[in-house]
C-alpha cells in the first residue's frame, strides 16, 4: 500500500488549501484514511479522517468547520480541503490509512503512511 500526499504551500492567514492524498494498493476501497499534522518538537496530532464510504467524517475541535475532508473512490483521493487557515495551522500534514470494512468511527490507528507535505500560514 503506498500513499502520496500533496497539496502544500505557503498562504496568508485566511487563505485556503486542498491537500490530496492518492492511495494505491488496496485490494478494495474498505479503507479509512486520515489526516495527521506535526511540528517540530511536537507530538503528531490527528486532524480528520473518513471512513471508506465517505460518509463518516470527522474532526479535531481545532480544525471543525474550517476543515472539510472527502472521497473519490472512483480516484482512489481523499481530500482535505482547509479554509480559513490560521498560522497554528502551519505544520508537516500526512495522510494515513487503514484497511476498515466497518467503518462507521473515527479511527486514531493506521497501518500506512504516507510522507508528508509542508503547510505554511504566513502574514
Known amino acids: 500500500v503506498q500513499l502520496q500526499a500533496c497539496g502544500g504551500g505557503s498562504v496568508r492567514p485566511g487563505g485556503s488549501l486542498r491537500l490530496s492524498c492518492a492511495v494505491s494498493g488496496f485490494e478494495s476501497d474498505r479503507y479509512c484514511v486520515g489526516w495527521f499534522r506535526q511540528t517540530p518538537g511536537k507530538e503528531r496530532e490527528y486532524v480528520s479522517s473518513?471512513?471508506?464510504?465517505?460518509?463518516?467524517?470527522y474532526y479535531a475541535d481545532s480544525v471543525k468547520g474550517r476543515f472539510t475532508i472527502s472521497r473519490d473512490n472512483a480516484k482512489s483521493t481523499v481530500y482535505l480541503q482547509m479554509n480559513d487557515l490560521k498560522a497554528e495551522d502551519t505544520a508537516v500534514y500526512y495522510c494515513a490509512a487503514v484497511y476498515d470494512p466497518l467503518g462507521g468511527k473515527p479511527r486514531y490507528d493506521y497501518d500506512y503512511w504516507g510522507q508528508g507535505t509542508q503547510v505554511t500560514v504566513s502574514s
Open positions: 473518513v471512513t471508506w464510504s465517505g460518509i463518516g467524517t
